[in-house]
């Protein structure tokens, strides 16, 4: 399959592309988050990740939702779990039952506090996403210990099987910076823990400009750190949700597009402009050699199905394929 810029540019390979979702609050939320779910699975999907509340607020409401990815679609569930208002036992205990519910993807993040609260407050004894990596990956060798294997050729003869490890262990990068960071450098320095730490795949948050994302690619590959690092993407289709994603990352948006959100009350043509930047936004990371794209859904499927029309991605690439056949 291929693609091709919102230009109407070059065609170049298809992409893996992804998703996040947050856990409905309500009934009718459920019934329509179901249906985006069915139509982003269409579009073949490498994995579609699930929030996760601080000390497992909404775990059993993600639970339900990773448990409906497993069971009626062939797409790869992502669960996020997060330090804030979690002990070491809880995490423990959390993760083996999403790895006994069949669920092999996470997202391992520091998290954040409520609002007003100490930075610090509520992280226990995990102390980082690099400590909640570790603790994934031992919960599955403890849960499958070390076996014996024949060896081809040599009957009776074995030796030890390795391990089976966690699908995908991904932990949040920061394009613009951590919050919290001193500097860029602290930012770089906190990927390569996690990936000595076993993280073997990067979300970026929300950023504005392609340059932010590949001056950080840049950066990080500079910095040691090897693991795939995938742009985190949202069409932004109204002036309010804009404000609120500013107020969330500390993050300017652009003049131009604040601008044209705000020149406009028409909601199909402030959609349009929503769907434009942040369409041109991924074929410019794309094009800088981004390894794939993740777009955050606010649970909607309209605007970002329209940003992969633009790019030309909407077509599955992996039609037909068994729901364990993984892309890199």
Request: glycine share 10%; with cysteine; net charge negative.
């Given at each position: 399959?291929?693609?091709?810029?919102?230009?109407?540019?070059?065609?170049?390979?298809?992409?893996?592309?992804?998703?996040?979702?947050?856990?409905?609050?309500?009934?009718?939320?459920?019934?329509?988050?179901?249906?985006?779910?069915?139509?982003?699975?269409?579009?073949?999907?490498?994995?579609?990740?699930?929030?996760?509340?601080?000390?497992?607020?909404?775990?059993?409401?993600?639970?339900?939702?990773?448990?409906?990815?497993?069971?009626?679609?062939?797409?790869?569930?992502?669960?996020?779990?997060?330090?804030?208002?979690?002990?070491?036992?809880?995490?423990?205990?959390?993760?083996?039952?999403?790895?006994?519910?069949?669920?092999?993807?996470?997202?391992?993040?520091?998290?954040?506090?409520?609002?007003?609260?100490?930075?610090?407050?509520?992280?226990?004894?995990?102390?980082?996403?690099?400590?909640?990596?570790?603790?994934?990956?031992?919960?599955?060798?403890?849960?499958?210990?070390?076996?014996q294997a024949g060896i081809p050729g040599l009957p009776g003869a074995t030796s030890i099987r390795e391990r089976p490890r966690p699908e995908r262990v991904a932990v949040a990068a920061f394009p613009t910076g951590h919050p919290r960071s001193r500097d860029l450098?602290?930012?770089?320095?906190?990927?390569?823990?996690?990936?000595?730490?076993?993280?073997?795949?990067?979300?970026?948050?929300?950023?504005?400009?392609?340059?932010?994302?590949?001056?950080?690619?840049?950066?990080?590959?500079?910095?040691?750190?090897?693991?795939?690092?995938?742009?985190?993407?949202?069409?932004?289709?109204?002036?309010?949700?804009?404000?609120?994603?500013?107020?969330?990352?500390?993050?300017?948006?652009?003049?131009?597009?604040?601008?044209?959100?705000?020149?406009?009350?028409?909601?199909?043509?402030?959609?349009?402009?929503?769907?434009?930047?942040?369409?041109?936004?991924?074929?410019?990371?794309?094009?800088?050699?981004?390894?794939?794209?993740?777009?955050?859904?606010?649970?909607?499927?309209?605007?970002?199905?329209?940003?992969?029309?633009?790019?030309?991605?909407?077509?599955?690439?992996?039609?037909?394929?068994?729901?364990?056949?993984?892309?890199?």
């Amino acid at each position: 399959m291929t693609g091709t810029a919102p230009d109407g540019g070059d065609c170049r390979p298809r992409p893996p592309i992804s998703f996040e979702l947050f856990p409905p609050r309500t009934d009718a939320a459920a019934l329509a988050l179901g249906s985006t779910i069915d139509r982003l699975a269409d579009t073949g999907p490498s994995f579609m990740s699930v929030t996760f509340g601080a000390g497992g607020s909404s775990r059993d409401r993600s639970l339900t939702v990773l448990r409906h990815m497993l069971e009626h679609t062939r797409v790869e569930p992502m669960a996020h779990l997060t330090c804030v208002g979690s002990s070491h036992a809880e995490a423990n205990r959390l993760v083996r039952e999403f790895l006994d519910a069949g669920i092999t993807s996470f997202l391992a993040l520091r998290g954040d506090p409520p609002a007003g609260a100490d930075p610090e407050a509520g992280l226990g004894d995990l102390q980082s996403a690099a400590e909640l990596v570790q603790l994934i990956h031992r919960v599955q060798e403890e849960r499958e210990p070390f076996g014996q294997a024949g060896i081809p050729g040599l009957p009776g003869a074995t030796s030890i099987r390795e391990r089976p490890r966690p699908e995908r262990v991904a932990v949040a990068a920061f394009p613009t910076g951590h919050p919290r960071s001193r500097d860029l450098e602290q930012d770089i320095d906190t990927l390569l823990a996690k990936e000595v730490a076993g993280a073997n795949l990067a979300l970026t948050q929300l950023f504005w400009g392609a340059d932010d994302y590949l001056g950080f690619i840049e950066r990080a590959r500079a910095g040691g750190v090897t693991m795939p690092i995938l742009p985190g993407i949202m069409p932004v289709t109204t002036p309010a949700r804009l404000a609120r994603l500013v107020e969330l990352t500390g993050v300017p948006a652009p003049s131009r597009l604040v601008r044209a959100l705000e020149a406009d009350a028409d909601p199909d043509r402030q959609f349009a402009t929503g769907v434009d930047h942040a369409a041109r936004l991924a074929a410019d990371v794309l094009d800088g050699g981004a390894p794939g794209l993740h777009l955050y859904t606010f649970n909607r499927h309209e605007a970002v199905l329209a940003v992969l029309d633009r790019l030309g991605l909407r077509t599955p690439a992996f039609a037909g394929i068994e729901r364990n056949t993984r892309t890199p």
